[in-house]
């Protein structure tokens, strides 16, 4: 093989191999572009969730509020409870002495 042949066989192989990697470049680039439909569902989907998280975070911090303000009202209720219950209590024992006090007077 003389040194034109050598050339001529070097430059085939090299055209053959850009070809080659022009062809797979092409291929890759073929199957793995994204359509301007799919860009705009994608677009359209990030801003629903957007949306979605914001909600949720309102949703959050509603029911915090809602939850503070029913444990005060159970805080107080307990509360009346309490004093509702020690005034009965107290009714009850100078009920009791009332009725001690009538009877040892009636007795008497």
Request: hydrophobic share 45%; charged share 25%.
């Amino acid at each position: 093989m003389n040194g034109f042949q050598f050339k001529l066989a070097t430059a085939i192989i090299l055209f053959v191999a850009f070809c080659m990697g022009w062809f797979a470049n092409w291929l890759l680039h073929r199957f793995t572009r994204v359509a301007a439909d799919d860009v705009a569902q994608l677009d359209r989907m990030s801003q629903e969730l957007h949306e979605a998280e914001e909600t949720r975070d309102q949703a959050i911090t509603y029911l915090q509020q809602r939850e503070a303000e029913l444990t005060n009202q159970l805080s107080q209720t307990e509360a009346e409870l309490r004093a509702a219950m020690d005034g009965l209590r107290d009714a009850r024992r100078e009920a009791e002495e009332m009725r001690a006090y009538i009877e040892s007077q009636m007795a008497g």
